[in-house]
């Protein structure tokens, strides 16, 4: 089911303010859902909501400290 709404956030891609609505349910149905934080913190990256991407970047280092979806939210490159 979260995959879905991950969907359907890219497919509202273009509407950032419907597509993170999405994304958020996504992460509310799988905690763990790194590709829906990632989808998440950059949604609210494009609406400047700041305490939103925090909390994308404050998860996303819980459970994917090495992502790729952490280093886009925070521009420092994954270790290897």
Known sequence: LYVAYLFASL????????AILFA????????DYIEGWGMYGKLAQRLNRKADVQRAIARLTVIAPSSDALAGLTGVAPPK
């Open 11 to 18: 497919a509202a891609d273009k509407n950032a303010k419907n």
């Open 24 to 31: 958020e349910k996504a992460v509310q149905y799988n905690p």
